[in-house]
């Protein structure tokens, strides 16, 4: 039984789901609580004139929420089986361990956080249920306000899901732009646009890949602490990229411009585009090469997986 068989993951599957359903099921419940009550508290605390304000913070909440309750639930991806009678019986499922691990991933990654997801567009529905059956649907409380994209009206009842997926969405745009006087006419010079536009997509699926395997595999390897551990890394990594953000995609400015002239100019974004690919391709092998090593040292401690383990780690070096 050493190939991968589609049959056989979905039962393993199904299995980690219907073992879990109950505590999967009273998280879901609760998630939608807190959406709830938390949307209804800020409702009556924050000073909210008009909707749109209001679905602006319920959307911070709920996306803050979701990311949160992701990076819980995927560096949680052994606890379902961390009770020796839970694990016993899954490692004595009819399956081969690439089988029993990708069904833990899918379950963490795919399931339980959708089941989050679904939490928060219930929580949602009860505030606008709630307010809409309250009486704020009158005619003075129902303030409408066009939105600065695509003109549409919110209500105090309107639903912050919207806001949330458009959160969540990366949204490709120019870096920069600056103001430059041009022969007495005031005209936008857009900062390194090509290879913000080409690099930028690449690089931001490469970290999400990375944040991904990062907490997988500090889930596999440990049985405690392992969002806090993996949440410090992705904050100093996130730090350093900040703080050496003015060494790519941003090198255009007002003094830059007039040093080299129109001309130049376009010269020196060839050169800017260059160099920002060399780093960028240097990153994003960086991240891919880390990604790799991640899921395969998980997995590799998954395959080791004993009855009893350390209390600290899944992975006990001095029994290999």
């Known amino acids: ?12 599957l199904r299995w980690v789901v ?12 609760g998630a939608a609580l807190v ?21 602006e913070i319920f959307s911070v909440l709920c996306t803050l929420l979701l990311v949160i309750a992701s990076f819980v639930l995927i560096s949680s991806i052994v606890s379902s089986i961390n009770e020796k009678r839970k694990r016993e019986a899954f490692l004595m499922l009819p399956s081969t361990n690439l089988e029993k691990y990708l069904s833990l991933v899918a379950y963490t990654t795919v399931i339980s956080i959708a089941c989050i997801f679904l939490a928060i567009v ?3 529905s009860l505030r606008m ?23 549409e009206t919110y209500y105090w009842y309107s639903s912050a899901i919207p806001q949330v997926l458009h959160n969540l969405t990366p949204h490709i745009r120019p870096n920069g732009y600056t103001h430059i006087s041009v022969d007495g006419k005031l005209k936008i010079v857009y900062m390194c646009t090509n290879a913000y536009l080409i690099v930028r997509p690449i690089m931001i699926a490469a970290f999400y890949l990375w944040i991904h395997s990062l907490f997988t595999f500090s889930g596999t390897l440990l049985r405690k602490y392992a969002f806090v551990v993996s949440g410090i890394v992705v904050f100093f990594v996130a730090w350093l990229n900040g703080w050496a953000d003015h060494l790519g995609f941003g090198l255009y400015d007002r003094q830059s411009y007039m040093q080299y002239g129109r001309e130049g100019f376009q010269q020196f974004e060839t ?12 990153v994003l092998l960086l991240l891919t090469s880390l990604s790799i090593f991640n899921y395969w040292a998980s997995f590799h401690i998954f395959k080791g997986f004993q009855l009893i383990t350390n209390k600290w780690t899944n992975y006990d070096i001095l029994k290999r």
């Open 129 to 151: 249920l709630w307010l809409w059956a309250s009486g704020y649907s009158n005619e003075m409380m129902n303030t409408t306000i066009p939105t600065r994209h695509n003109g």
């Open 122 to 124: 219930v929580g949602d």
């Open 35 to 55: 959406v709830f009550l938390g949307e209804m508290l800020l409702f009556k605390l924050a000073p909210l004139t008009v909707p749109q304000s209001s679905l």
């Open 18 to 29: 219907s073992v879990n359903f109950r505590k999967l099921l009273m998280w879901t419940i």
């Open 271 to 282: 050169v800017v585009f260059m160099l920002n690919s060399s780093i960028a391709s240097v």
């Open 1 to 12: 039984m050493n190939s991968f068989s589609r049959n056989r993951f979905g039962k393993t």
